[in-house]
């Protein structure tokens, strides 16, 4: 069964604090790919990363970082130097190429 | 410009009035999808399809049905609505390489209330 787990609800930081949200994935495929999205307030669904399950190289763009771990089955996400505009809900998602599986979602409250 | 539209974004309608949800996309995309947000469950999906007559169901198809007759477009139905199918509904597409499907392209959503 494919399955993905994002154990935090909400969390909730002051600008420019350091963020990290956890992803634990199950799957039993060995090739997988892995996806990290954005939901501003305004409701769309935002596109940051793509993975595949052969590659655990770790990831930087710009304050957004993804650190993939097969071992722990794992993919989370951490954000440096947080900003207010980073408000949202971020889903941590998984598929073997068909189906795709989301987990619950983290919303991320920056306060000024 | 390379989008998904969807259409209705909103609408209320009442128990067993069938009813249809449009999704179109213009970027050739093999891969469509349909999800429903509810809060605290994230996207679940409901069907998918990887290409023209190829459908198969995701997560949540039940009260659901789809077609896909044509590459760009890929409704979602409710023959009879129920309140429990009140939800934030959004297609998606994406295309499929030999390695899996890339980032999926949502449209803006549907909200739907069943009364």
């Known amino acids: 069964a494919q399955k993905v787990t994002q154990a935090q609800t909400e969390i909730s930081v002051v600008e420019k604090e350091d963020v990290t949200l956890d992803c634990v994935y199950e799957t039993r495929d060995t090739t997988y790919y892995l996806f990290w999205y954005k939901q501003p307030p305004s409701g769309e669904l935002v596109f940051l990363i793509r993975r595949n399950s052969f590659d655990e190289q770790n990831e930087i763009s710009g304050r957004y970082s993804w650190n993939f771990q097969k071992s722990t089955s794992s993919f989370n996400f951490t954000i440096t130097a947080s900003q207010v505009v980073d408000s949202a809900v971020y889903f941590c998602?998984?598929?073997?190429?068909?189906?795709?599986?989301f987990g619950a979602g983290t919303r991320l409250t920056v306060k000024p | 410009e390379a989008q998904v539209t969807q259409n209705p974004r909103y609408l209320i309608t009442v128990t067993g009035k069938k009813l249809t949800v449009t999704c179109s996309q213009n970027m050739n995309h093999e891969y469509m999808s349909w999800y429903r947000q509810d809060p605290g469950l994230g996207l679940r999906q409901i069907y998918y399809?990887?290409?023209?007559?190829?459908?198969d169901k995701g997560d949540v198809p039940e009260g659901y049905k789809v077609s896909r007759k044509e590459k760009r477009n890929f409704p979602l139905i409710l023959e009879s609505p129920s309140p429990n199918q009140t939800s934030l509904y959004f297609c998606a597409s994406s295309s499929v390489g030999p390695g899996g499907s890339y980032e999926q392209y949502f449209g803006p959503g549907t909200r739907l209330t069943v009364t």
């Open positions: 399809s990887m290409n023209v007559e190829v459908t």
């Open positions: 998602a998984l598929t073997p190429g068909d189906d795709m599986r």
